[in-house]
């Protein structure tokens, strides 16, 4: 199948062409024939399956006909570098057609924003709070809207959005189409479906399972040692533009600095960051000036870089959705990519449900060192919640020299530590 098939209006193949498109993803081919013929959608799919142009190439065929300079289509999205993905994939798809689009959203000046949409835009992207604000000063309205498309609708429930959104909806006129994209369906997010759908499509492309173009590696190693393993992958194997994960925004900014100061092309990407710096951050990350970008998920959520070779999760992510999300930043397109997770003994509960979503287990990466410190470690921390519980007792007389003695030897298999008779 091609995107020929769809029957786009030349102007829309020209902006396929000049993205580079060939062949639909899974998702565009489900999608989009419904999407054209103006059905509501409930598309179910995780990061880098072609979800965007799923719904931004339909769209633009509709709004080629009808008036201008109005806005007639409402994208939201849950945070800034989403947003500004998404607009920056419209500008290019619809350079031949003539319709505009603008991004909207907070930390940056209002007045530029209502000047441009005054100006006349037909498209809006936008964050809930910063499009909320502009609504209720009055600075436009939403009365021409023809389309609304709701964007990792899952994540909007994890900022507390959901509230904002329902908002945003009594001011859109009853008779429209709707899109809602997620990667998971909480029941919060059903329940919102079930309430602006009408009579949805749904469209489930693999939505828990990474894209098969990924290779998995697990690597155990002790909290204090990471860094150590991190820099020893980079310098030993052939990374060009690399991603990697931290749970906290200080973690992400630390580990940043400490790349920097050891001679590597690094930046973080954090929720602490000014949105100049976040879009120098990912900006720089996009042209190859930062071959390394330390991000936490939230900050993550929007990178759409072609050609990450490396997803790093420096800590193990807390379900294994997120690590879906996570490692699909890399194999996109049917590109290879490898996905490197750094785990301790703690971790042995998530590294097993990630492996069930799998279907398989990770490769163990075999680093003796980091491994065996990493067992010492556990051994260690064990021991002093042992101390600290039980009550202290009289040590026992010294058993005879005729007894055997164990002790434990490294294991670099995950989770094993076997005894070893001397």
Known sequence: MSFKDFQFHPK?????????????????????????????????????????????????????????????????????????????????MAKETGLRSIVIYGGVGKQPQIRTIRAGVEIVVACPGRLLDLLNEKAFNLRAVEVLVLDEADHMFDKGFLPDIRRIIKQLPKERQSLVFSATMPKEIRHLAEEILRNPVRVQINHTLPAPTISHALFRVAKKQKTS??????????????????????????????????????ASLQGNLSQQKRQRAL?????????????????????????????????????????????????RATRTGQALTFAGQEDSKMISLIERNLGKKMDREVTPAFACEAEKDV????????????????????????????????????????????
């Open 12 to 92: 829309v193949n020209a902006g396929i062409a000049a993205y580079g498109y060939t062949s639909p993803t899974p998702i565009q081919k489900e999608a989009i024939p419904s999407i054209l013929a103006g059905r509501d959608i409930l598309g179910l799919a995780q990061t880098g399956t072609g979800k965007t142009a799923a719904f931004v190439l339909p769209l633009l065929q509709r709004l080629l006909d009808g008036p201008r300079k109005r806005v007639r289509a409402l994208i939201v999205a849950p945070t800034r570098e989403l947003a500004e993905q998404i607009n920056d994939n419209i500008s290019k």
């Open 229 to 266: 393993l991190l820099k020893s992958i980079i310098h030993e194997r052939e990374m060009t533009t690399t991603l990697v994960f931290t749970r906290t925004k200080h973690k992400a900014k630390s580990l940043a600095l400490h790349l920097q100061k050891a001679g590597y092309s690094a």
């Open 283 to 331: 900006d720089g990350f996009r042209d190859g000036t930062f071959k390394i970008l330390v991000a936490t998920d939230i900050a993550a959520r929007g990178i759409d870089v072609l050609g990450i070779s490396h997803v790093i999760n420096y800590d193990v992510p807390d379900t294994a959705e997120t690590y879906t999300h996570r490692t699909g930043r890399t194999g």
């Open 379 to 422: 051994r260690e921390e064990k021991n002093t919640r042992f101390s600290r519980n039980m009550p202290r007792r009289k040590k026992p007389a010294a058993a005879g020299r005729g007894k055997s003695r164990r002790s434990r030897a490294c294991s670099c298999d995950f989770g094993i530590s076997k005894p070893v008779q001397q």
